[in-house]
């Protein structure tokens, strides 16, 4: 019986032995390539490398967007014996907040002993200097180098740029690009638009890394393809210019372009904010004070502000009546200072009125009734197809996200929309730019391009390449002729011009005096509140007398020059009172500037994308160095 039981063991023990020998053969010999392959996966670790954010510069290559050398202080928690004190010391060389080191020390102990923890961002080559000789006494910190995004002209270009800042949670769409820490992508402005293209290929690098996870060393490294260069159409010191002038108000906006070739020489919302300060992470009390500020900051009033354009569109009206046949230019109508219709009153602007007004008298001093006369023969729908034909009541398809459409009404827009029947009246109020009527400034811009060409001029604020040093060389065959007798717009121009350069113009005062560069344009000013019966009677109350939010917008419009129109420009003030005496000399000096530094830059050669690209990037390089 025992040799027996010892046969059994023997037997059983012989069958795990061959089966144990058998699992090692296979394990060790058969998969030998694909376990080797695991373990050497297990210890290699492919990181991503964020590559460079592209650059964006003006049309001539002055740079608006770069990448800066960024310093911040990092601590490794087992490379210090006792982290609180070495953040004290920290803090008497550099300013350190009592809660960072609250944090700091929070997370060191969350994390493996070491991985670094980030102290501070953002230092100044002075701190870095003194963190750098004091380093024998700060054992665990370590001085780290990267880029952040910076923008030289700062609030200048904030709404046109717009800013980058972390990805939000909403925003991770898979790329693994997006997880990186600290990595930023556009939010508004340019940057959003082309963040694609900005963001660049990202590059890899193969590190050793042992079982805890520590780095080794660095096996191999591909360096990523920086993004994209973006050149604007802008001309920075045209852009400085605008800025300078809006700062006198408390809102506005102002827009300069080619009326050929639809390039944005100026777009300038008042007022501003750095976008600077979205870059590593805004604080709260700032993102407050910016929301909170009833005038608006983070709001681009060029794209996102909707106004009703008052007596700029008069020009609009009459043209329409023009191309309808309904008045011919010469045809003339009696302004009492007021018309009729039913048993409601229209009032013109002057009181008295301007007796009897044809086409041209009607632009220069800006007479109501004459265009109560003419909407009523044309009719709201010809006057808002006019207005679209212009450019007015849809978004003008500017590289720019969130753009507003405004608003032109018809019949069918305030029966689907507001389930009532168009009123004549309604017709007559629109005729003056009031009522439904609401445009954007690079509207108006659009339609005075397209008055000054006659071309479907569409507007776009970024080019191909830097611009040669002939700015009108450039073909505005690539936009469609608009269909509009020459004649008629030639009228059109010639009212504008009347509003500016003939005594009793409206806008006389703030004409550009200096021979060859004058300006044609056409004032507006709208109302934001009802003037009443008893104001009528005894007197209305003047913008200065009443606060700031009940005064009336004000706004013009105009090209230059006058003989040969090359640039278009609109403002808008809002609550600025009179669009004679406060938004035209504003116009008045964007037109004079920008035909100023047109010739003033006889010397600037052409310079393509890639050689403006090189000298940022290579500069780049050196501030690296």
């Known amino acids: 019986m025992f040799t027996r039981r010892a046969i059994m063991l023997g037997a059983g023990q012989g069958v795990l032995l061959t089966g144990l020998a058998a699992r090692m053969y296979y394990l060790q010999v058969m998969e030998s390539d694909r376990y080797s392959t695991l373990a050497d996966e297990n210890r290699i670790s492919h990181r991503l490398l964020p590559p460079p954010r592209g650059i964006i510069t003006d049309r001539f290559g002055a740079p608006l967007a770069v990448n800066r050398q960024n310093y911040h202080i990092l601590i490794v928690r087992e490379q210090t014996p006792d982290v609180r004190k070495t953040l004290t010391v920290l803090s008497q060389i550099i300013e350190i907040e009592p809660e960072t080191i609250d944090r700091v020390e929070n997370d060191v102990q969350r994390r493996r002993s070491f991985v670094p923890v980030t102290v501070r961002d953002n230092l100044t080559w002075d701190e870095v200097a003194r963190v750098g000789v004091n380093a024998p006494d700060l054992p665990g910190i370590i001085i780290d180098a990267g880029r952040s995004r910076d923008y030289p002209e700062g609030p200048h270009l904030a709404h046109t740029l717009g800013y980058v800042a972390a990805v939000a949670e909403k925003e991770l769409t898979g790329d693994p690009l997006l997880e990186l820490p600290g990595f930023r992508i556009g939010k508004s402005g340019i940057e959003k638009t082309y963040d694609m293209s900005l963001r660049g290929r990202a590059g890899t690098s193969q590190v050793e890394v042992n079982a805890l996870g520590r780095v080794i060393r660095e096996l191999d490294r591909e360096e990523g393809q920086s993004g994209e260069t973006v050149v604007l159409t802008l001309d920075i010191e045209l852009q400085r210019f605008a800025n300078q002038r809006l700062s006198e108000y408390e809102s506005a906006a102002a827009v300069v372009m080619d009326v050929y070739n639809g390039d944005v020489l100026a777009m300038s919302s008042h007022p501003t904010y750095d976008p600077n300060s979205f870059t590593n992470g805004i604080s709260h009390k700032l993102w407050e004070s910016l929301i909170n500020n009833e005038y608006s900051p983070l709001s681009n009033k060029a794209i996102n502000g909707t106004y009703s354009p008052g007596s700029t569109f008069k020009t609009c009206v009459a043209l329409a009546a023009l191309e309808a046949g309904v008045v011919t230019p010469e045809q003339r109508f009696f302004c009492p200072g007021h018309l009729d219709l039913g048993n409601a009153r229209f009032h013109c602007w002057k009181r008295g009125g301007h007796g009897w007004v044809n086409m041209h008298d009607s632009m220069k001093h800006s007479c109501d009734v004459y265009y109560y006369e003419v909407s009523q023969k044309l009719g709201i729908d010809k006057i808002a197809a006019m207005a679209k034909r212009l450019g007015l009541g849809d978004p003008t398809g500017v590289d720019l996200p969130s753009e507003r459409s405004g608003l032109i009404p018809t019949r069918e827009w305030k029966e689907t929309q507001l389930g009532k029947r168009w009123q004549g009246g309604e017709t007559l109020i629109c005729s003056i730019g009031q009522g439904y009527v609401l445009t954007t400034p690079l509207q108006l811009a659009t339609m005075v391009a397209r008055l000054a060409s006659g071309k479907a001029v569409t507007p776009h604020l970024t080019r191909d390449h830097v611009v040669p040093e002939d700015i009108s060389a450039r073909s505005d065959s690539e936009f469609p002729d608009l269909g509009i007798s020459r004649q008629h717009l030639n009228y059109i121009r010639d009212g504008m011009n009347g509003v500016t350069n003939e005594v009793r113009g409206t806008a006389y005062r703030s004409r550009i005096k200096i021979k060859g560069l004058e300006m044609a344009g056409k004032t507006g000013t709208s109302q934001v509140r009802r003037i009443s019966m008893h104001e009528r009677q005894t007197g209305v109350i003047g913008n200065d007398e009443l606060p700031w939010k009940y005064r009336d917008h004000a706004l013009f419009i105009a090209f230059a020059p006058v003989e040969n129109p090359r640039y278009a420009c609109a403002v808008v ?42 000298i940022l990037r290579t500069t780049t390089k050196k501030q690296e160095s």
Request: glycine share 12%; proline share 5%; no cysteine.
């Open 573 to 614: 003030v809002e609550h600025g009172g009179s669009g004679s005496g406060v938004a035209a000399p504003i116009a008045r000096d964007l037109l004079t500037r920008a035909q100023e530094l047109k010739s003033s830059r006889p010397g600037v050669s052409a310079v393509n994308i890639q050689s403006a690209s090189q």
